[in-house]
C-alpha cells in the first residue's frame, strides 16, 4: 500500500491538469469568439463580464440561495430514488419474481424522458417544490435500480454457495457478501442517478419552479436578454456538477473498484 499511495495520488493530480488545460483552452475560444464581434456583446459578453455578474451575484448571496434550492430539490429526489430503487434492485437480482414483475415496468418508463411528465406533473401538483423533486426522483431512479440489480446479480455465485456452505444465514450473507460484491456497481449507479438528477433538476425548474433555483436564473434572465447572468448560472451548475461528479463520487468510486478487486484476489 505504501507505494501504490503515491501513484494514486500522482495520477488524481494528472487528471486534475489535464481538465484544468482543458476548461483553460474552452475558455479561450469563447473569449476569442465573444471578442470577434460575430455576435453583439449584449448575446455573447466576454469572460471577464461574466465573471463580474458572477461575482457580484456572489457577494449579495443571490446565486447561492439559488443554488441552495437547486441543491435541496436534487438531494431530495435524489435520497427518494435511493431508498426506492436500491433495495428494490438488490431485491430483482436475489428474487426472480420480483425481478419478473419490476422489469417490464422499468423498461417501458425509462425510455420517457424525464422533462416529458413536467406538464402532466404541473397539472397534478401544480408549480413549486413538488415537481421538481418528482422530476428528479424519475430521473434518478432507473440508474440507481438497474446498477444494484446489475451489482447483484454480477456477484460470484461460488461466494453465495461457499458462505451458505459455512453456515451463514440470509442476513450475514446479505452484508458480508452481496453488498460488498456488489458495491461497484451500487457505487456506478449513485454517480449516474447524481448526474442524471442534476440536468434533470435544471429543466424542472426551467419549467416548473417559482422564483428560485439556478434553473428558474437561466429561464428569467432569457426574457431580458441578460446572458451575463444566464452564464453566470451555468458556471455555478458545471461547477457544482464537477465538485460532485469528479471530486466527490469519482473517489468514492476509485476507492471502492480498488477494495472490490482486492477482496477478489483474497477470494480467489
Do not use: C
Not at 457577494?59 to 443554488?67: K, Y
Not at 433555483?213 to 432569457?222: H, P, T
Amino acid at each position: 500500500m505504501t507505494v501504490a499511495a503515491p501513484s494514486f495520488n500522482l495520477a488524481r493530480v494528472r487528471s486534475a491538469y489535464r481538465a484544468v488545460f482543458t476548461l483553460v483552452i474552452a475558455a479561450a475560444i469563447y473569449e476569442a469568439i465573444a471578442r470577434s464581434g460575430y455576435f453583439p456583446p449584449a448575446l455573447m459578453p466576454t469572460l471577464p463580464t461574466v465573471a463580474g455578474t458572477l461575482w457580484a451575484s456572489l457577494l449579495d448571496g443571490t446565486m447561492i440561495e439559488h443554488a441552495a434550492f437547486t441543491m435541496y430539490r436534487v438531494l431530495f429526489g435524489l435520497s427518494l430514488a435511493v431508498a426506492v430503487g436500491l433495495p428494490l434492485g438488490i431485491l430483482m437480482g436475489r428474487f426472480k419474481p420480483i425481478e419478473n414483475f419490476v422489469m417490464p415496468l422499468a423498461s417501458a418508463l425509462m425510455p420517457i424522458p424525464s422533462l416529458a411528465w413536467v406538464p402532466i406533473f404541473i397539472l397534478w401538483f401544480g408549480l413549486g417544490n413538488t415537481v421538481s423533486i418528482l422530476i428528479v426522483f424519475y430521473a434518478a431512479l432507473f440508474p440507481m435500480l438497474l446498477n444494484a440489480w446489475s451489482g447483484v446479480r454480477a456477484v460470484n455465485p461460488l461466494w453465495l454457495r461457499a458462505a451458505g456452505a459455512m453456515g451463514a444465514d440470509e442476513h450475514s450473507m446479505f452484508w458480508k457478501v452481496i453488498v460488498p460484491g456488489a458495491s461497484p456497481f451500487i457505487i456506478t449507479g449513485l454517480r449516474q442517478a447524481f448526474l442524471r438528477a442534476w440536468i434533470a433538476v435544471v429543466g424542472a425548474e426551467m419549467l416548473a419552479s417559482s422564483d428560485w433555483g439556478l434553473g428558474w436564473v437561466i429561464f428569467d434572465a432569457k426574457e431580458f436578454l441578460n446572458a451575463d447572468v444566464m452564464l453566470s448560472a451555468l458556471a455555478v451548475i458545471g461547477a457544482i456538477g464537477f465538485i460532485f461528479e469528479r471530486l466527490v463520487f469519482g473517489s468514492i468510486e476509485k476507492a471502492t473498484v480498488m477494495r472490490w478487486g482486492m477482496m477478489r484476489a483474497a477470494k480467489g
